[in-house]
């Protein structure tokens, strides 16, 4: 192993300024395929829930609606 000094050689500085960049754009890319994918399912939740709103107001507002006539009477 090499013993580090304060002066390291232009080479090696160069290197891992290069390294560094690469990593940087790699996490970049990685979070921008992520954000897409989550908008993706956002809107597939967002259209099942209407979905399902509707059907449950149409189905048990009569019922409801009845039950509570009862029992106030």
């Given at each position: 192993?090499?013993?580090?000094?304060?002066?390291?050689?232009?080479?090696?500085?160069?290197?891992?300024?290069?390294?560094?960049?690469?990593?940087?754009?790699?996490?970049?890319?990685?979070?921008?395929?992520?954000?897409k994918?989550?908008?993706?399912?956002?809107?597939?939740?967002?259209?099942?829930?209407?979905?399902?709103?509707?059907?449950?107001?149409?189905?048990?507002?009569?019922?409801?609606?009845?039950?509570?006539?009862?029992?106030q009477?």
């Amino acid at each position: 192993m090499k013993k580090w000094s304060a002066h390291r050689p232009r080479s090696d500085r160069e290197e891992k300024e290069e390294e560094k960049e690469e990593k940087e754009e790699k996490k970049k890319k990685k979070k921008k395929k992520k954000k897409k994918k989550k908008k993706k399912k956002k809107k597939k939740k967002k259209k099942k829930k209407k979905k399902k709103k509707k059907k449950k107001n149409d189905d048990i507002k009569g019922l409801i609606m009845g039950s509570d006539h009862l029992h106030q009477r």
